[in-house]
């Protein structure tokens, strides 16, 4: 494939390939319509040989190339796999357009002071098992963060009072050398076990001040089928800068929630 790819960048053999894709040709006839000199169209054909994408034969005094669709077949496949891939996982643009209308909201001090945001899961496990992970920092760290990221520290005290800090990394970034992706630092505000967790945790900007504080407030109902969790954000001391953290809150603990889900439903199935 890199053969392939490094012989059809180059404009000229570009232009020999789509002439040849009409019908086969001779080597001073591409030349002609290529406007080129025969001894450098023969050079690139031989490139093209190479990298299997044309294949030649003599006919008398003649060379005669003709176009090979099995290749180009392949690398449009390749292409097509690159773009769905990236369609599926097109959050990042989703994240763009919502930084962009928050950018422009965010005007002055206090201008998402207020705002909410909501979440809802039914999760496949009892009570006893979601608390476990919402509040046990082996099992925080396999959930609390978007795609992408990994928690790279995280301290998460279930009691009134108790602090947290949660700091993530790219998920490629194994050995801590690229730049700190995110980091927050909060209290728990009120922990009834098995029904109800409420924390305050603020993002730090750059500078080490804080963007915003997120009042969040967890809920724990149990169902038929496993435990019903309710999410409640809301923001309050929001910063000018903190445009470029809440953009991300709709998206980002959605993705996180996500990943609650499928770890509790891999524990369950592991337990019965």
């Known amino acids: 494939m890199d053969a392939l790819l490094t012989a059809l960048a180059d404009p000229a053999r570009w232009r020999l390939v789509t002439l040849l894709a009409g019908r086969p040709r001779s080597v001073g006839v591409l030349a002609q319509l290529a406007d080129a000199r025969q001894p450098q169209t023969?050079?690139?054909?031989?490139?093209?040989?190479?990298?299997?994408?044309?294949?030649?034969?003599?006919?008398g005094q003649r060379r005669v190339y003709a176009l090979q669709p099995g290749p180009l077949r392949d690398l449009a496949a390749a292409i097509n796999l690159l773009a769905e891939t990236a369609e599926q996982r097109g959050t990042f643009d989703r994240y763009e357009r919502s930084l962009d209308a928050e950018r422009l909201a965010a005007e002055e001090a206090g201008w998402a002071d207020g705002r909410s945001f909501r979440f809802q899961r039914a999760l496949p496990g009892p009570p006893e098992l979601v608390w476990r992970h919402l509040t046990e920092t082996s099992l925080l760290a396999r959930w609390w963060t978007p795609d992408d990221l990994r928690v790279s520290e995280l301290v998460f005290e279930a009691r009134p009072g108790g602090r947290i800090i949660h700091e993530y990394r790219d998920v490629e970034d194994a050995d801590g050398s690229d730049l700190v992706v995110g980091r927050a630092e909060g209290t728990v505000d009120e922990v009834r076990p098995r029904e109800r967790l409420v924390y305050r945790s603020s993002p730090l900007?750059?500078?080490?001040?804080?963007?915003?504080?997120?009042?969040?407030?967890?809920?724990?109902?149990?169902?038929?089928?496993?435990?019903?969790?309710?999410?409640?954000?809301?923001?309050?001391?929001?910063?000018?800068?903190?445009?470029?953290?809440?953009?991300?809150?709709?998206?980002?603990?959605?993705?996180?929630?996500?990943?609650?889900t499928a770890a509790i439903a891999a524990d369950s199935r592991s337990t019965k």
């Open 205 to 260: 900007l750059p500078g080490g001040g804080t963007a915003f504080t997120a009042h969040v407030d967890l809920g724990l109902r149990p169902i038929d089928d496993g435990t019903e969790l309710d999410v409640h954000w809301r923001i309050t001391d929001s910063t000018v800068d903190s445009a470029d953290f809440i953009a991300g809150i709709e998206i980002g603990f959605g993705q996180s929630l996500d990943k609650l």
């Open 42 to 59: 023969t050079k690139h054909l031989q490139t093209l040989e190479r990298a299997g994408v044309v294949t030649s034969h003599r006919f």
